[in-house]
């Protein structure tokens, strides 16, 4: 599997990018799931991280890592064929990556404190005032914060906050003209510097597809809010999987794919990329 240079696609390519990954996704629902559960597990534990800066550098982590297995799990079921968990695990160069794309996510959280502060005390003042949450507990003591609430962290933390990550980091990537890089590296691994030219390039090949991608993200954010976070669980493996069909279009020259011959056995124990 070679990829090409960015080519020109259909102004409503990305509508069939979104069937095509909802299709992808549909292909194993249950193996789809149980993969997503293992991810789930994976984020709880960073929720465990004391250290608030830990925490949080290493939920941004997992969530172009998250992305990166599912990726690989679309790839897998457009070939026809079953990933070992193994298959799934992002390489060397997917994790540089993912790193990158967490330290730009912190100094981009740290620019915006001044707007995110107020929105977190606006969201502690409507808790305290329904009743769901009090700063002080019965013995007088400060009581914890509400992410780490016995009623309102299991509620909030998997959708609300890993939820609002997700598209925040989607949204990045977006903005800095690197939606493509990331099923890039996940699928061929090559040198980040022209990998992020290329990706770039395809943005100004293909303006409309970009801005419906745009659309797309919005309304992710609308079900976010109506969900209170929990459409992440849905959304984490979808974003996955239309990253990937919409490399396939624009980089690999292919609106949709059939299972590919295999040439031996150990082509086919070798699943999908080459990793550093």
Not at 151 to 160: D, E
Not at 202 to 216: E, F, H, Q, R
Not at 260 to 268: N, R
């Amino acid at each position: 599997m070679s990829a090409l240079g960015p080519r020109e696609v259909e102004p409503e390519a990305w509508s069939e990018w979104v069937r095509e990954a909802a299709r992808l996704l549909l292909h194993r629902p249950s193996y789809t799931g149980a993969v997503l559960a293992l991810v789930l597990v994976v984020l709880y534990a960073v929720h465990l991280v004391e250290w608030i800066p830990a925490r949080r550098f290493a939920m941004l982590l997992c969530l172009p890592l998250g992305l990166m297995v599912f990726i690989r799990l679309a790839w897998f079921a457009d070939h026809g064929r079953r990933a070992r968990f193994a298959q799934l695990v992002p390489g060397e160069g997917e994790l540089l990556l993912a790193i990158g794309c967490a330290a730009a996510a912190m100094a981009l959280h740290g620019g915006l404190t001044a707007v995110i502060e107020p929105l977190l005390d606006g969201f502690r003042t409507v808790v305290e005032q329904t009743g769901l949450w009090s700063p002080v507990r019965a013995d007088g003591m400060p009581a914890d914060p509400p992410l780490r609430h016995t009623l309102l962290g299991p509620i909030l933390v998997p959708g609300g906050l890993f939820g609002t990550g997700l598209v925040g980091m989607l949204l990045m990537l977006l903005a800095f003209g690197q939606w493509f890089l990331v099923p890039m590296m996940a699928l061929h691994n090559p040198p980040l510097p022209p990998a992020m030219a290329s990706s770039a390039r395809a943005y100004a090949l293909n303006p409309v597809p970009m801005m419906g991608i745009t659309g797309v993200l919005m309304l992710a954010v609308g079900l976010l809010a109506v969900t209170v976070g929990w459409a992440f669980i849905l959304l984490l493996p979808f974003f996955g999987a239309l990253l990937y069909v919409g490399y396939r279009d624009v980089f690999l020259g292919r609106e949709s794919d059939a299972p590919e011959a295999v040439e031996d056995e150990e082509q086919e124990e070798a699943g999908v990329g080459t990793h550093g």
